[in-house]
């Protein structure tokens, strides 16, 4: 599959306050990639990390059963929120990833997780840069949502995640199918480095994970069924 660069949705009426993550490219690759499965009325959705809850309206307004997943408070208020904007219905519930719906399983499950590689020596525990900082290697909570995804999918369920090229797509897809799922590349877009990227522009040279002539990265959606 070629990447292409995405050219940035049209706007959406959300309530996106300071130290919640806004819509951007990657919520926009993905809403791409899930407008491309069978969503309808007696589709079970998860959405995990769901931020500003934007990919979890869209798929109410694709008439799915929408259950939405933050950590972040002031995130789980925004969602709901913006549900009600929407005249969606979406359960939002606070919790870590998957605690937060334990025994249960989604027919899809959606996920724009914190994915930029960071040189600090531990996660925020609050603040805006907790909805993008993944540790050094950007994969903590992608990795996280590989293991756990078999546990939350059912029979023929899929996981559509998104995350940035510099994370190692390979390294998900693999593992993945360690996990018995039959994993790809959905989608991907060649995107403008956003103002993170550019602020810790030295870094990821001296890591290797860009080169000094880099100014885009590559955002892909992986997409894995359970079979």
Same mark, same amino acid.
């Given at each position: 599959?070629?990447?292409?660069? @995405?050219?940035?949705?049209?706007?959406?009426?959300?309530? =996106?306050?300071?130290?919640?993550?806004?819509?951007?490219?990657?919520?926009? @690759?993905?809403?791409?990639?899930? $407008?491309?499965?069978?969503?309808? *009325?007696? =589709?079970?959705?998860?959405?995990? $990390?769901?931020? *500003?809850?934007?990919?979890?309206?869209?798929? #109410?307004?694709?008439? #799915?059963?929408?259950?939405?997943?933050?950590?972040?408070? @002031?995130?789980? %208020?925004?969602?709901?929120?913006?549900? !009600?904007?929407?005249?969606?219905?979406?359960?939002?519930?606070?919790?870590?990833?998957?605690? #937060?719906?334990?025994?249960?399983?989604?027919?899809?499950?959606?996920?724009?997780?914190?994915?930029?590689? *960071?040189?600090?020596?531990? +996660?925020?525990?609050?603040?805006? &840069?907790?909805?993008?900082?993944?540790? $050094?290697?950007?994969?903590? %909570?992608?990795?996280?949502?590989?293991?756990?995804?078999?546990?939350? !999918?059912?029979?023929? $369920?899929?996981?559509?995640?998104?995350?940035?090229?510099?994370?190692?797509?390979?390294?998900? @897809?693999? !593992? +993945?199918?360690?996990?018995?799922?039959?994993?790809?590349?959905?989608?991907? #877009?060649?995107?403008?480095?956003?103002?993170? !990227?550019?602020?810790?522009?030295?870094?990821?040279?001296?890591?290797?994970?860009?080169? &000094?002539?880099?100014?885009?990265?590559?955002?892909?959606?992986?997409?894995?069924?359970?079979?």
């Amino acid at each position: 599959m070629v990447a292409e660069t @995405l050219m940035p949705a049209p706007p959406v009426s959300l309530l =996106t306050p300071p130290g919640v993550y806004a819509p951007q490219w990657d919520t926009g @690759l993905l809403m791409r990639a899930m $407008g491309r499965e069978d969503v309808g *009325s007696a =589709t079970d959705v998860l959405d995990l $990390g769901t931020g *500003s809850g934007a990919v979890a309206v869209q798929a #109410a307004r694709l008439g #799915a059963q929408v259950t939405a997943v933050d950590i972040s408070r @002031l995130a789980v %208020f925004t969602a709901r929120v913006n549900a !009600l904007l929407a005249r969606q219905r979406v359960r939002v519930r606070r919790g870590d990833l998957t605690t #937060a719906v334990t025994g249960r399983s989604y027919d899809l499950v959606v996920s724009n997780p914190p994915y930029v590689p *960071s040189p600090a020596a531990r +996660l925020p525990r609050r603040g805006a &840069a907790r909805a993008w900082e993944a540790g $050094g290697d950007g994969r903590t %909570f992608v990795d996280r949502i590989c293991e756990a995804a078999p546990t939350v !999918l059912r029979p023929g $369920g899929v996981l559509l995640i998104v995350h940035s090229g510099l994370c190692g797509t390979e390294t998900t @897809l693999r !593992l +993945l199918a360690e996990r018995g799922l039959r994993a790809s590349v959905a989608d991907r #877009a060649v995107v403008p480095h956003g103002p993170v !990227l550019r602020s810790r522009r030295p870094w990821l040279i001296r890591q290797g994970l860009v080169d &000094a002539h880099d100014s885009e990265e590559e955002l892909v959606v992986v997409r894995a069924e359970r079979p």
